[in-house]
C-alpha cells in the first residue's frame, strides 16, 4: 500500500469520527493500524496499573485521578498523518484542534524540525574567588572532564551515539561584591527526556571540577531552559481571505509585544501540547517551565508563536524547546503511555517533540482565528453544553433536550451559564410531570368510563 494511499483511508476514517460512538472509534482506529485489539480491551477495561507499580511512580498512594483520554484528528506533520492520543480535561481542546488540523490539511502543510540536540547540566560555584582563573582552569581540563563523564555515568549513553558533547563557563551577577560562576555541561541524550542523566553526570563531575580549580561547588542540577535543543514547528495555510490573514497577524503582534496577552496566548499554545505529553508519560511541567522562560529570553515575555503573511500565504512558526522522552521512565512503564507512544508510531523523541510544537501551534491558529471572528465564548460555549448539561444532573434521557434549550439560548444570548441549566432542567422536568399526571389522569377517565359501559 503506498504511503499516498494511507494518508488518504486515514483522511476517510477520520471523517465524522467526532459523531461516533466509542466503539465506533476504536473500529476505525484499528482500521488505521494505530491500535490492536489488545489494546481496546485495555481501554475498554480503564484497567490500571495495580498498586504494587503505582508505588514505584510516586509515594503515600491512595488511588488514581483519571483525566479523559481522547484522539485529535487530521493532523498531516511532514506529509505523514497522525492519530494524536491527547490526555486532557478542558472542553474544546481536542475539538478545536481536529477542526483546525483539518483546514490545515485540506488548504496547507504542517512541517516541523529542531535546531540542536543537547540537553545543560549547571554546575554552580556560589562565590568564585577569581573568575578568569576559576574559567581557564575549566577550559584546560574540559577534554578530561568530557572523557571521564563519557566513560562512567554516560558510558551506556555513549554507546547508543550520545554522551557529554560540551562544557562551558559562565559569570552570573550577584547581588553582592563576589562573583558567582557557573559551569555548563551539554549532554546528548538520545531518546531520552535525560533529566536523570544529566543529573548525575554534573553530580560525578563535581569532585573533579573542585579538585582542578580549588573551589567549592555548591549545587548540581540540570536546566529546563534547553536553548541547546530547541524544536520548530510551521504550518502554512493557503487560500486564506486576506481580511482574515490580517486579523491574525495583528493578533500575533499582540501576543510578541505584550506579556499579559503572551500569557494567554502561549497557555492556549500549551493546551495543544501538554494533553501529549500526559498521554505519552512525559513530564509537562518540565516542559511548561522550558517554554515559559525561553518565552522571557530577552527580557520581556513574549509569544512563542508568531503569525505573518508570506507570499500570499498564512504561515505560524512555533520555537521553543520541548524536552522528551519515548525511552525511560513512566513512559515504558505505564500501559495508557505506551499505549500513546505505540497509537503515534514514533521512534525518536525528536519526532514526538515535533508532533507536541505542530500540536501546539495548529491550536493557536484554532484559537486566534475564534477570536478575530465568532470570539471565544460562542464556540467555547458551544461545546461546553455537555458538561453543563451534566452538572445540572440531567439524565441520559435528558441530555438531548437539554442540549437543544441551551443551544437557543447560546445563540440568543451568546453565553450560557450553570444557572441556565439547571432552570431548563427544573422545567423539563415540571413538564414531563405535568405530561405524566395527565396521562394518568386520562387513563383513569377512561377507565371510568369503560366501567360505566
Not at 574540559?142 to 551506556?156: H, M, Y
Not at 467555547?380 to 451534566?390: A, D, E, G, V
Amino acid at each position: 500500500m503506498s504511503e499516498r494511499s494511507q494518508d488518504q483511508i486515514i483522511k476517510e476514517l477520520f471523517s465524522g469520527f467526532s459523531k461516533l460512538t466509542r466503539n465506533e472509534r476504536f473500529d476505525r482506529l484499528m482500521k488505521m493500524g494505530v491500535i490492536t485489539p489488545d489494546d481496546v480491551k485495555v481501554l475498554k477495561s480503564q484497567t490500571k496499573p495495580e498498586v504494587a507499580l503505582s508505588e514505584k511512580f510516586i509515594e503515600n498512594v491512595i488511588g488514581y485521578y483519571q483525566m479523559p483520554l481522547g484522539v485529535a484528528a487530521n493532523f498531516v506533520i511532514n506529509k505523514k498523518s497522525y492519530a494524536i492520543p491527547m490526555a486532557v480535561e478542558e472542553t474544546s481542546i481536542i475539538a478545536a484542534a481536529s477542526k483546525t488540523a483539518k483546514w490545515i490539511r485540506d488548504n496547507g502543510e504542517i512541517t516541523t524540525g529542531s535546531i540542536g540536540d543537547v540537553i545543560i547540566g549547571q554546575i554552580q560555584i556560589a562565590k568564585v574567588s577569581d573568575f578568569e582563573t576559576f574559567k581557564s582552569k575549566i577550559l584546560e581540563n574540559k577534554q578530561g572532564l568530557i572523557d571521564r563523564a563519557n566513560s562512567e555515568p554516560a558510558a551506556n549513553l555513549v554507546k547508543r551515539g550520545g554522551g557529554v558533547r560540551d562544557i562551558e563557563v559562565r559569570k552570573i551577577r550577584r547581588p553582592d561584591e563576589y562573583e558567582m560562576a557557573v559551569v555548563h555541561v551539554y549532554m546528548d541524550p538520545c531518546e531520552a527526556m535525560g533529566a536523570n542523566l544529566v543529573n548525575q553526570v554534573v553530580e560525578f563531575l563535581k569532585p573533579f571540577i573542585e579538585l582542578c580549580t580549588g573551589e567549592t561547588v555548591t549545587m548540581c542540577i540540570l536546566s529546563n531552559l534547553v536553548d541547546s535543543k530547541i524544536t520548530i514547528a510551521k504550518v502554512t495555510v493557503r487560500g486564506v481571505e486576506s481580511a482574515l490573514v490580517d486579523k491574525i497577524v495583528e493578533a500575533s503582534i499582540f501576543a510578541e509585544e505584550d506579556p499579559y496577552r503572551a500569557a494567554t496566548n502561549n497557555k492556549g499554545v500549551l493546551n495543544g501540547i501538554d494533553p501529549i505529553l500526559i498521554a505519552t508519560g512525559n513530564d509537562w511541567r518540565a516542559v511548561e517551565a522550558g517554554v515559559h522562560s525561553y518565552a522571557a529570553r530577552d527580557g520581556q515575555y513574549r509569544s512563542v508563536t508568531k503569525w505573518r503573511q508570506v507570499n500570499g500565504d498564512l504561515v505560524g512558526i512555533f520555537e521553543a524547546p520541548i524536552m522528551v522522552g519515548v525511552v525511560g521512565g513512566v513512559t515504558k512503564l505505564h500501559p495508557l503511555s505506551q499505549l500513546s507512544l505505540r497509537m503515534l508510531g514514533v521512534e525518536t523523541s525528536s519526532e514526538l517533540a515535533g508532533i507536541c510544537a505542530a500540536a501546539g501551534l495548529v491550536q493557536n491558529l484554532g484559537a486566534i482565528k475564534a477570536l478575530t471572528t465568532v470570539g471565544i465564548i460562542e464556540g467555547h460555549m458551544r461545546l461546553h453544553i455537555q458538561n453543563l448539561s451534566i452538572g445540572a444532573g440531567a439524565s441520559e434521557l435528558e441530555m438531548p433536550l437539554m442540549q437543544k434549550k441551551l443551544e437557543e439560548i447560546l445563540s440568543l444570548k451568546s453565553r450560557i451559564t450553570l444557572s441556565n441549566a439547571k432552570e431548563i432542567l427544573s422545567d423539563l422536568r415540571r413538564q414531563a410531570k405535568q405530561k405524566l399526571s395527565s396521562t394518568l389522569k386520562q387513563k383513569k377517565e377512561e377507565g371510568v368510563e369503560q366501567n360505566g359501559v
